[in-house]
């Protein structure tokens, strides 16, 4: 694996199913470290690679673009692929497929990545984030979740993803949370940080990752 990564597990040290935690284009901020602490009090292993290197971060709209286009991509998508591996192969995590958590920029990485190492991937969680490939090499199962008014993913791209995916076969189950907008679960984005939804959303996204991967422990 190359670049740094958040890790963090239960508590109590038993290996549990782990989780690729894949950030947005704002870099590995402590939000997303957040999120793995979520994952872990959930009952998750889970691992969020700096995906811009450097540990860059940005907190505009117009830094975050231009730190997303200073990134190479083949740098990113080798970091994507060797931070999964890396994660199953951990002593704090159990020998099975693990789970991808990816918001916008690192929900495309995330169902690019099930597609791509598709024996290492049973379930895919996507917050607002699209992917234009063909999914008919992934095993993987797939939760998404969409805002109402979203000037970065259309109506059409999410409806065209969703039947691609049901017309393969996919698992897939996607939801649309009403009045919310990008970046709706990020409560460091305010105004667009949405509670109630977040909320939901977070409540379904635990509840896909333990029917599909394991996990006990209550947050």
């Known amino acids: 694996m190359i670049g740094s990564a958040y890790v963090v597990g239960p ?7 782990g989780v690729l935690v894949l950030h947005g284009w704002w870099g590995l901020t402590p939000f997303f ?48 692929l060797s931070t999964a591996a890396a994660l199953r192969d951990m002593p704090l995590t159990t020998d099975a497929p693990i789970g991808v958590l990816g918001f916008s920029m690192g929900a495309s990485w995330g169902m690019w990545l099930a597609t791509r190492a598709p024996e290492t991937v049973a379930a895919t969680t ?15 199962a797939f939760l998404g979740h969409f805002a109402e008014h979203d000037e970065f993913v259309s109506d059409d791209q999410r409806v065209e993803m969703e039947a691609h995916l049901r017309l393969l076969g996919k698992d897939v189950a996607f939801h649309l949370y009403p009045g919310t907008g990008h970046w709706f679960f990020e409560r460091d984005r305010p105004p667009a940080y949405d509670p109630r939804a977040a909320e939901l ?5 635990v ?3 333990r029917d599909r991967l394991g996990g ?4």
């Open 216 to 219: 006990t422990a209550s947050e």
């Open 11 to 17: 508590t109590d040290h038993v290996p549990a199913p």
């Open 126 to 140: 996507l917050f607002y984030g699209t992917q234009d490939i063909d999914f008919e090499a992934s095993r993987s």
């Open 201 to 205: 959303a977070w409540d379904r996204t």
């Open 33 to 80: 470290k957040g999120v793995c602490d979520r994952l872990a009090d959930a009952g998750f292993a889970a691992i969020a690679p700096d995906l811009h290197g450097g540990s860059r971060t940005a907190d505009t709209p117009d830094e975050a673009e231009a730190l997303l286009a200073s990134t190479d991509p083949n740098r990113t998508a080798d970091l994507v």
């Open 207 to 209: 509840e896909f990752f």
